[in-house]
Nanobody, 122 residues
Framework: QVQLVETGGGLVQAGDSLKVSCLAS????????VAWFRQAPGKQRELVAG???????TYADAVKGRFAISRENAKNTVYLQMNSLKPEDTARYYC????????????????WGRGTQVTVSS
């Protein structure tokens, strides 16, 4: 069983940067693919970025060039660095994980955090 806790959300202005973190409990974190999702009020949840066990990264078109996902297995932590934030990035950001060996990301995730709110004012 893995528990995920997201931290680092907050209220920022358009153009600012913010870094959110996902801390995982348990062992063998290096064997988990991890992704960040977000959900804005009235909208469907969407994949923002993911990182495989082989450190291959994937990004949604809306955040390419602005966001960067990284992982530090020794600290059981995945980060999402968000730069040049826009009001449309406002959402609750969730971390998700799945034990999965491969270069690609899994299509479904077994473990989810409770999320951290990111609000970008114009």
């Amino acid at each position: 069983q893995v528990q995920l806790v997201e931290t680092g959300g907050g209220l920022v202005q358009a153009g600012d940067s913010l870094k959110v973190s996902c801390l995982a409990s348990g062992s063998s974190f290096s064997l988990y693919a991890v992704a960040w999702f977000r959900q804005a009020p009235g909208k469907q949840r969407e994949l923002v970025a993911g990182i495989s066990t082989g450190h291959i990264t994937t990004y949604a078109d809306a955040v390419k060039g602005r966001f960067a996902i990284s992982r530090e297995n020794a600290k059981n932590t995945v980060y999402l660095q968000m730069n040049s934030l826009k009001p449309e990035d406002t959402a609750r950001y969730y971390c998700a994980a799945k034990a999965y060996i491969g270069q690609e990301l899994p299509s479904r995730y077994d473990y989810w955090g409770r999320g951290t709110q990111v609000t970008v004012s114009s």
